[in-house]
């Protein structure tokens, strides 16, 4: 009999999966493994392996039943080790769609509230200010303003659309956006030195690779305005947050707002904590009442699959 396992999960409950799983003839189980070796253990012999926030090792992918199938609960699968599941044999997907719209919104709230400076305001205001000029300078019209992408795939693209009433300037450094989607789009397509030097606020929707992984160094970050502001709602290694940490303390840049960090949940001792102009929230873009529901049907979906002998819904690219 196949085998479906879920390493870890947050969900309040897995009647999606476990109902997929059993239609399918297939044993269900679930776990709430932390550790490599636990996952590891966890995952022997399994058909299917649903993994959320866990890590997927080279001994969990050697493990499984030969020809299994893992899927990443999320938009990313930075705790697969890929390399290991493909010499592996195995197929591994993840769920890129399920909230595109929410960290969207999320992203967009985020460089709004920063660009019109609220949270400092806000800070003001409580400690008794009433001084709505010392706090906003400077402070650019939208119409005047040039948001930057890094990045401009479908969340940026749909940032992107959110942000096309307000007036700004837009501009980015893709190198997968050809100048004619860049012209239709409505969007100045720069190198990704001319974004750093030229944009007001720049907005990360960058994979995180071998070339991004702490792009936004010392170095780069004093490329930015002292004004500018920098939002992060992809993934925390495109930022050297100790860097950053320091930039916003010597004003070197004006601001950030971020979603995700290298460490999650940010450690007690992080830089960032105290970093001024700094908007933080705990890896909340993804959620919706709604996107969990949408998540763990796609999920579900895939595990149907995977039990068909068909490849994931959405396999990790090559």
């Known amino acids: 009999m196949s085998r479906v396992v879920v390493t870890d999960r947050t969900f309040p409950s897995l009647d999606q999966e476990e109902r997929a799983a059993r239609e399918a003839g297939a044993e269900f189980e679930a776990f709430q493994a932390k550790t490599a070796e636990e ?11 649903l993994v959320q926030f866990s890590p997927f090792t080279e ?3 050697k493990g499984m039943a030969p020809g299994g199938t893992v899927i990443r609960y999320g938009v990313g ?3 697969i080790d890929m390399a290991a599941a493909r010499a592996a044999g195995l197929k591994v997907g993840y769920v890129p769609d399920y909230c595109a719209d929410e960290v969207a919104d999320h992203t967009a709230a985020m460089a709004l509230a920063m660009l019109r400076k609220l949270p400092q305001a806000d800070a ?20 005047e303003t ?20 307000f007036g700004f300037r837009f501009a980015a450094s893709d190198p997968g956006l050809s100048a004619q989607d860049a012209e239709a789009l409505g969007v100045t397509l720069m190198d990704a030195e001319t974004l750093l030097r030229e944009a007001d606020v720049i907005s990360l929707h960058a994979p995180a690779t071998a070339q991004t992984r702490g792009f936004f160094n010392a170095q780069r970050l004093r490329w930015m305005k002292p004004n500018a502001i920098l939002v992060n709602s992809a993934r925390g290694f495109l930022i050297e947050e100790a860097d950053l940490a320091q930039a916003l303390k ?9 979603d995700v960090f290298v460490t999650e949940p940010l450690p007690k001792d992080s830089p960032l904590r105290d970093a001024p102009n700094c908007l933080l929230t705990p890896h909340a873009a993804w959620y919706s009442e709604a996107a969990i529901g949408r998540l763990q049907g796609l999920v579900a979906e895939d595990v149907t699959r995977a039990l068909r002998g068909e490849g994931p819904r959405k396999p990790v690219p090559d």
Do not use: H
């Open 39 to 49: 996952v590891a253990e966890a995952v022997r012999g399994a058909d299917v392996a």
């Open 250 to 258: 010597e004003g070197v840049i004006g601001g950030a707002a971020l």
């Open 146 to 165: 040039v948001f930057g992408f890094f990045g401009l795939g479908q969340i940026g693209r749909a940032v992107l659309q959110r942000l096309k009433g």
């Open 77 to 79: 699968y930075d705790n």
């Open 124 to 143: 003001s205001v409580r400690a008794g200010e009433w001084a709505a000029v010392k706090v906003s300078r400077p402070l650019k019209p939208f119409g």
């Open 59 to 61: 001994a969990a992918a």
